[in-house]
């Protein structure tokens, strides 16, 4: 969750650790901090955003060209200056930040205690600095030695970036759980808990594996060691990002660029693999596997949050199209509960980062009983990229709003095409139905377009709802899925409590919750549910709740019936969700926006979820 970055070379520190923790912003806010090594190890850290920490450097010295800076999302202690990172040792002679949770750091802290350590925080992280410390002067270690030491006694998950005052031209870190990646320039390195930082000084990146530990020196060549002592060869890669895409480009929030962005999105996230003019679609990363998902008995899919809702569109894509059941699950619940894996079942695991620690570890039991696991993800050489046995990137580009928008169109066309590929591939869809299918796909980026022009009507009906304190969001069929994401959405950046139901389902229950005050958002465009729908509005009207429907171009039953209406041009109802989720994204980020709310960093969220 939280955000590294560091830096040891030939340039002023400072300035590229603070740029860096306003790209890394989005992985946590509650707290930064920076520390410098010029002789002396100087560190400045406060409570609150990046900006924060700006203005508490302001007048005093920050020179070095050896730094770490860290921005928390608190999971141990509460956000404060004291738990804020940088953490030193007992010695005050290094520090260190990390990103992930040590598990056993209680049983840990109360040995240290034993042995004369003090400690000022609340954190975990504080117990792993001292521990090093503790091994290094106990032992008589070089550094690197007591980390690795250090690393084998721990449990948990972590990313840590260590500087000492007794090695002044060297940064170690290690991984595990945690994603971290150095960047190589001439003489000098760059690391962050994602390339966002790097772009814009090097190409030329190092992921870390798990397990692993970095030697990054001031000149020379960067050495890996895992923490049983063996060497690694590094294995440099090339970045595709391009520093534009880290900007706002004119836009007020990083959120609007990104719905606004969703034409070029779904388009490059179809790019190449679908190609109607030859009535094809290839997938080139599951090509290897596709048998698999052929001899499948069963799906299962495993994702957390917006990734969850994509998955559930998923499921009735696979089975609708492809005739293959599906099981859809919470990954921080499938690794818990025991599962019934099978070794040929087709695990597809979604995650936007390609690093959500729950879903990785549902990987890593999925495939310890033999099944075949599939990524969808969006981070070029992420974890979840590096671990899965193949897989398909979505090419959304970065998505730096906390709450998700481009990512869950891209993840849903990427699952779109792979379902409408096996099915072909299986002979369970008629010709004629996959070109029509496939021809619509190749619509979708310009039908996105024209439910853009709906915005300045969005934003009145907004502005009519923004004071309400409960929202209902209703759809059946594809549509369901659709309507537990734009719940999501208002929820997460507008702190508007809303639930997403199935339809049908709002009589068993939160219908008693409707009356006068209460909105309801219903997904009623034409498929085979309409009529059914239609009935559902016409329950809740009866109790005088106050209707927004999305409904296809020139509906004028629902028109009739609702409050308003948010017209989206017609698309068969199996990506239809590619449609009707852009409404409910506006919806939500204008509400934000009227109600003051920081829409890119919405209170208690942070965009990768590297812990548990």
């Known amino acids: ?46 409570k609150g955003k990046v900006s924060n920490l700006e203005k508490f450097t302001e007048g005093k010295s920050k020179s070095g060209t050896i730094g770490i800076g860290h921005t928390r999302w608190a999971t141990h202690g509460e956000p404060n200056d004291v738990n804020a990172h940088p953490h030193y ?153 391009q520093l534009e895409a880290l900007e706002k480009g004119g836009f007020d929030h990083f959120m609007l660029k990104e719905i606004y962005e969703q034409p070029r999105s779904i388009k490059d996230s179809m790019r190449g693999r679908l190609l109607p003019d030859k009535g094809i679609i290839n997938l080139g990363g599951i090509v290897e596997y596709e048998q698999k998902f052929l001899n499948a008995k069963r799906i299962l899919i495993v994702a957390c949050g917006t990734s969850w809702h994509a998955g559930l569109v998923a499921e009735y894509l696979f089975e609708d199209l492809a005739r293959i059941p599906v099981e859809v699950e919470y990954a921080s619940e499938f690794r818990y509960r025991n599962p019934i894996i099978y070794e040929d079942d087709v695990v597809i695991a979604i995650s936007q980062s390609g690093e959500t620690a729950d879903t990785l570890a549902a990987i890593e039991l999925a495939k310890s009983k033999g099944a075949t696991i599939i990524g969808v993800c969006n981070v070029v050489g992420s974890t979840i990229a590096r671990t899965t046995h193949a897989g398909s990137y979505t090419h959304a580009g970065p998505e730096i709003g906390v709450a998700s928008t481009k990512a869950f169109t891209a993840q849903v066309t990427v699952l779109t095409l792979m379902a409408l590929q096996i099915a072909h591939r299986k002979g369970v869809v008629p010709e004629s139905r996959f070109h029509q299918l496939i021809s619509e796909l190749d619509l979708v980026p310009e039908k996105v377009e024209r439910v853009l022009k709906t915005n300045e009507q969005i934003k009145y009906i907004a502005d009519s709802y923004k004071n309400s304190r409960n929202f209902l969001y209703l759809g059946r069929g594809y549509s369901f899925p659709v309507a537990l994401e734009g719940a999501l959405k208002l929820k997460e950046i507008s702190y508007i409590h809303a639930e997403g139901y199935p339809a049908a389902e709002m009589k068993h229950g939160p219908i008693a919750l409707i009356d006068h005050e209460m909105p309801v958002v219903v997904i009623a465009t034409k498929g085979a549910s309409y009529e059914k729908v239609v009935s559902n509005i016409q329950e809740v009207k009866a109790r005088k709740g106050k209707i927004i429907a999305v409904v296809t171009e020139g509906d004028t039953i629902v028109k009739s019936l609702a409050d308003f209406t948010i017209e989206i041009p017609e698309v068969d109802e199996i990506i239809v969700q590619l449609i009707s989720v852009i409404p409910l994204q506006l919806l939500s980020y204008h509400i934000a926006v009227m109600r003051g709310c920081n829409v890119d960093q919405p209170r208690n969220l942070a965009k990768s979820v590297t812990v548990e």
Do not use: W
Not at 193 to 209: F, G, Q, R, W
């Open 89 to 241: 040792s007992e010695s005050k002679n290094m520090v260190m930040i990390h990103n992930g949770i040590i598990e056993n750091y209680a049983p840990l802290k109360e040995q240290l205690k034993k042995r004369g350590h003090t400690f000022t925080s609340e954190t975990d992280t504080e117990v792993l600095i001292h521990l090093i410390e503790d091994i290094q002067q106990s032992d008589n270690l070089k550094l690197g030695d007591a980390v690795r030491v250090a690393l084998n006694q721990v449990v948990g998950a972590y990313a840590i970036v260590v500087l000492s005052k007794t090695n002044p031209d060297e940064l170690l870190a290690a991984k595990k759980g945690s994603p971290l990646v150095i960047g190589i320039g001439k003489d000098e390195f760059f690391l962050a808990s994602d390339a966002t930082p790097i772009v814009e000084y090097t190409k030329n990146v190092v992921y870390l594996e798990d397990g692993e530990i970095a030697f990054i020196p001031r000149k020379g060549e960067l050495k890996i060691k895992t923490i049983s002592n063996k060497a690694v060869t590094p294995y440099v890669q090339e970045l595709q990002i």
């Open 1 to 46: 969750m939280c955000g590294i970055v560091a830096y040891i070379g030939h340039r002023e520190a400072y300035p590229i650790l603070i740029k860096g923790l306003h790209r890394l912003e989005y992985r946590g806010y509650d707290s930064a901090g920076i520390a410098l090594l010029n002789g002396n190890l100087q560190v400045f850290k406060c």
